[in-house]
């Protein structure tokens, strides 16, 4: 099965930078959309960004102007770029892919990190 790796959560002050990154594992044959999705206490899982192969970013109107989203397709991995954070990111972090897994068997496929969690304090 797909495997999703994530990295960079962390600790960081009101106002600072973190950048995620998240890499799926090589027995894929495409990746369509990668990206990160954010579980914040008191709502539901919500969308933070995603960005399809081609490109095309989807962003959560509460992050447009300080998130950044890009994804380096030969290595399977997506990066967030996340700036001016406020205590209202605070959350776990997902790491989300979907797409055709299998370079033989070829499969599609939904995968999710195990959570990274990232706590913004004043």
């Known amino acids: 099965q797909v495997q999703l790796v994530e990295s960079g959560g962390g600790l960081v002050q009101a106002g600072g930078s973190l950048m995620l990154s998240c890499a799926a594992s090589?027995?894929?044959?495409?990746?369509?959309?990668m990206g990160w999705y954010r579980q914040v206490p008191g709502k539901q899982r919500e969308l933070v960004a995603t960005?399809?192969?081609?490109?095309?970013?989807d962003y959560g109107e509460s992050v447009k102007a300080r998130f950044t989203i890009s994804r380096n397709n030969a290595k399977n991995t997506v990066y967030l770029q996340m700036s001016s954070l406020k205590s209202e990111d605070t959350g776990i972090y997902y790491c989300?892919?979907?797409?055709?897994?299998?370079?033989?068997?070829?499969?599609?496929?939904?995968?999710w990190g195990q959570g990274t969690q990232v706590t913004v304090f004043a």
């Open positions: 989300y892919a979907d797409g055709v897994a299998g370079i033989v068997g070829r499969q599609p496929f939904t995968a």
């Open positions: 960005v399809t192969i081609g490109g095309r970013t």
């Open positions: 090589e027995r894929i044959y495409i990746v369509e959309n």
